[in-house]
C-alpha cells in the first residue's frame, strides 16, 4: 500500500468501511511511535485502542467541549477502575493521585506521596489525612498547625482530648493558682472590622483575655503564630482550656483559706 504525505494544513479522510482498521506504524507487527503535531481530532464516537492498550499522550493535551452538562467530557471505567495519575522516571512510575469507584455508585479521590496513600476523599464514608506532618487549612494558606482555620468552628458532640495518664511525665500540682487568677484582667471588647468581617459570629460584645497580658503571667497557654506565609504572622493566640485547671487550684486554694477563717470565727 502507498504511503501518503500531507503537507501543513492538509487533512486526509478515511472513509467508514465496515469491517476495516487503520494502522499506524512500520507494519501490522511492528507500531512506531505516531506524532500527531497539528493534533489528533475525533468527532463524532469513536474507540482508540483494544482491551490492555489503549492511546498514550507524551506532552501536554487539552480535552474540551460545548459548555453544557450533556457535553462534558466524560471518562468511563467499569468496576472499580478508574483515572490514575503518576510521575514517570524512565521504567519507574509512582502514583500521584486516583480518581475511582470505591464501591458501588461511590467515588473515591485519592492522593499519594512517595508511593504510599496520605488523603483519601471518599463521597460516603471515612476520609482521612494519614500522616503525622499532614496539615490541613480552610481559608488560610497558614500551615503551622494540623488544622488550621481562618474563621469560626461550630461542632457538635465534640471528644475529649486524650488525657491518659500513661502518655504524661513531670506530673506536678499547680502552685500559686490564685495569685496567678487574681493577676489576671477579664475584659469585654469587640474586634476590628477588618477581622470581624461582618461574620456574625464576631460582631458585638465578647468576653475574654489579652493575650499579651495572659502572656507575662501564664507564658505556656499563649503562643504565636510563625507561620509567615499566614495573614496573621506573629499575632498571638491563647488556649483558653489550659486556664481551668488553674481556676480549680485557685477554687480549692479559696475554699481552704476560707475554712481556717470559718474556724477562727
Not at 459548555?67 to 478508574?82: E, K
Not at 481559608?139 to 481562618?150: F, I, K, S
Not at 471528644?159 to 489576671?184: H, T
Request: net charge negative; charged share 25%; proline share 2%.
Amino acid at each position: 500500500m502507498a504511503s501518503i504525505t500531507l503537507s501543513e494544513n492538509e487533512k486526509y479522510t478515511f472513509g467508514r468501511i465496515t469491517g476495516a482498521s487503520v494502522i499506524l506504524g512500520a507494519s501490522d507487527h511492528v507500531h512506531a511511535e505516531q506524532k500527531f503535531r497539528k493534533g489528533l481530532e475525533i468527532t463524532g464516537s469513536g474507540t482508540i485502542g483494544t482491551e490492555g492498550s489503549g492511546l498514550r499522550l507524551k506532552g501536554d493535551a487539552r480535552f474540551g467541549g460545548p459548555n453544557a452538562d450533556s457535553s462534558l467530557v466524560q471518562i468511563f471505567a467499569d468496576s472499580s477502575h478508574g483515572l490514575e495519575i503518576k510521575d514517570s522516571t524512565g521504567t519507574n512510575e509512582r502514583r500521584l493521585v486516583l480518581l475511582s469507584e470505591y464501591s458501588s455508585e461511590e467515588g473515591r479521590v485519592s492522593l499519594y506521596s512517595g508511593g504510599g496513600e496520605t488523603i483519601r476523599l471518599r463521597a460516603n464514608n471515612h476520609s482521612f489525612l494519614s500522616q503525622a506532618t499532614t496539615t490541613l487549612s480552610i481559608c488560610t494558606p497558614t500551615e503551622a498547625d494540623e488544622l488550621n482555620v481562618n474563621g469560626d468552628v461550630n461542632a457538635d458532640n465534640i471528644s475529649g482530648g486524650i488525657s491518659d495518664q500513661r502518655l504524661k511525665k513531670n506530673i506536678n500540682d499547680i502552685s500559686g493558682s490564685l495569685d496567678s487568677i487574681n493577676s489576671l484582667r477579664g475584659v469585654t471588647f469587640e474586634w476590628i472590622d477588618d477581622y470581624a468581617n461582618n461574620r456574625t459570629t464576631r460582631l458585638g460584645t465578647k468576653y475574654g483575655f489579652i493575650a499579651q497580658e495572659v502572656e507575662s503571667i501564664l507564658p505556656s497557654i499563649v503562643g504565636t503564630k510563625a507561620a509567615e506565609d499566614s495573614e496573621y504572622h506573629g499575632y498571638k493566640n491563647l488556649s483558653y482550656t489550659q486556664v481551668v485547671p488553674i481556676l480549680v487550684e485557685a477554687v480549692k486554694e479559696l475554699t481552704a483559706r476560707i475554712k481556717v477563717l470559718e474556724g477562727n470565727s
